[in-house]
């Protein structure tokens, strides 16, 4: 064999420890750290998909809620328009049924008055249109007497 040979195959042993001993090593575990922070990002981004997934749906449901709370909020506020709407016109009927009882009033209070009126109206004058009958004017007693007869028959 030839000594070339030999040491070719010498050095070529000495690079093979060399390489095994100070570059493998590192080097598989640079690999492998490598490999790991990949993992783990798709670990990562896994549990991020799944994450999202399920926030949208919790997202989804939480629209359903406010959706149906709004709607029911909606609902509440036309009954109550509702019922400020007919007790305001209940309040309104029953305004016009105290006015109409109180013009009512004011009408016969009026017609009563009228009639007192009237009725001395013509006491009066029958009394005047006797005296003239008699020529003579009757004593304010006597005249006052006559009126209250003569209105408590009419």
């Known amino acids: 064999m030839n000594l070339t040979l030999l040491g070719q195959m010498g050095t070529f042993a000495v690079l ?16 492998e750290e490598r490999a790991r922070r990949v993992q783990d990002g798709l670990a990562a981004a ?19 809620k406010a959706r149906a709370e709004a709607s029911e909020l909606l609902a509440q506020a036309e009954h109550q328009a509702l019922l400020v709407i007919e007790d305001a016109k209940r309040q309104a009927r029953a305004e016009g049924q105290r006015l109409i009882i109180a013009a009512r009033e004011e009408i016969n209070g009026d017609m009563n008055r009228a009639h007192e009126q009237l009725r001395a109206a013509v006491a009066s004058l029958s009394v005047a249109g006797a005296a003239k009958i008699l020529e003579r004017e009757i004593d304010p007693t006597a005249h006052t007497n006559l009126i209250n007869s003569i209105a408590a028959r009419l």
Do not use: S
């Not at 896994?46 to 359903?64: D, N, V, Y």
């Open 46 to 64: 896994e549990r991020g998909h799944h994450e999202l997934e399920l926030m949208q749906a919790k997202a989804i449901e939480t629209m359903k």
């Open 16 to 31: 093979i420890f060399f390489i095994w001993r100070f570059l493998w090593g590192p080097l598989t575990r640079l690999l």
